[in-house]
C-alpha cells in the first residue's frame, strides 16, 4: 500500500484547512485496510495520533483537537481526509497518513505534509 498525502501550507491562526490522503495498491491490499489515520509531528516532539478512522466508522481523536479537527474516510476514493478547523500555533508539524492492514499485521506511512500555523 502507498500512500500519497495532499495538502498542507501555511495558515494564520483560528483559520481552516483540509489535508487528504489517497491509499494505491491491489484491489486485496485497499479493500483490508481496516483502519486510517493521521498523526502528526513538531519539531523537537514525538509522534502523535491525531485522529483515526475504523472500517466500521468508529473514530477516535486526540484530546487536543477534539472538537476542533474531523476525520472522514472515502471507500469509493481510498481517501482519508483531515478537516482542521480553530488552527492554533501548537497544531504546526507535519501530518502523516498511516494505515493499517490487521489482517497481514502491516503498518503503512504516508511521506508527511508540513502544516504551518502562524500566530
Known amino acids: 500500500v502507498q500512500l500519497q498525502a495532499s495538502g498542507g501550507g501555511t495558515v494564520q491562526a483560528g483559520q481552516s484547512m483540509r489535508i487528504s490522503c489517497v491509499a494505491s495498491?491491489?484491489?486485496?491490499?485497499?479493500?483490508?485496510?481496516?483502519?486510517m489515520a493521521w498523526y502528526r509531528q513538531a519539531p523537537g516532539k514525538q509522534r502523535e495520533l491525531v485522529a483515526r478512522v475504523y472500517s466500521d466508522g468508529d473514530t477516535n481523536y486526540a484530546d487536543s483537537v477534539k472538537g476542533r479537527f474531523t476525520i472522514s474516510r472515502d471507500y469509493a476514493k481510498n481517501m482519508v481526509s483531515l478537516e482542521m478547523n480553530g488552527l492554533k500555533p501548537e497544531d504546526t508539524a507535519v501530518y502523516y497518513c498511516h494505515a493499517e492492514r490487521s489482517i497481514v499485521r502491516r503498518n503503512y506511512w504516508g511521506q508527511g505534509t508540513l502544516v504551518t500555523v502562524s500566530s
Open positions: 495498491g491491489t484491489y486485496e491490499e485497499t479493500a483490508t485496510i481496516n483502519a
